[in-house]
Nanobody, 123 residues
């Protein structure tokens, strides 16, 4: 069983930056592809980004590429989502997800999920 814990929750002004972290345990970290999704209550989870086992391949929602970056440190079992030039519409619950292979841009492609962390962007 894989456990994922997000951190980095915060309130930021529009135009600002925030970094979220995802810590994983329960399986060798380098076995896992890690993704980030976001969700507003009552809506389907939206793909944000994902990163391959080694970190050599990254995937982004088309609308976010250029503002968001994803990276991982396999020595620390951590994945980071750097969010820049934040907009009020980026405010959401952000969720870390994992699986043994890239699950694509659909939440059904990921088996393991964290509890989420909240991002608030003030205008």
């Amino acid at each position: 069983q894989v456990q994922l814990v997000e951190s980095g929750e915060g309130l930021v002004q529009a135009g600002g930056s925030l970094r979220l972290s995802c810590a994983a345990s329960g399986r060798p970290f380098s076995d896992l592809v890690i993704g980030w999704f976001r969700q507003t209550a009552g809506r389907q989870r939206e793909f944000v980004a994902a990163i391959s086992w080694s970190g050599n391949s990254t995937y982004f929602a088309h609308s976010l590429k250029g503002r968001f970056a994803i990276s991982r440190d396999n020595n620390k079992n951590m994945v980071y989502l750097q969010m820049n030039s934040l907009r009020p519409e980026d405010a959401d619950g952000y969720y870390c997800a994992a699986d043994l292979a890239y699950g694509g841009r659909d939440e059904g492609g990921y088996t393991y999920w964290g509890q989420g962390t909240q991002v608030t962007v003030s205008s």
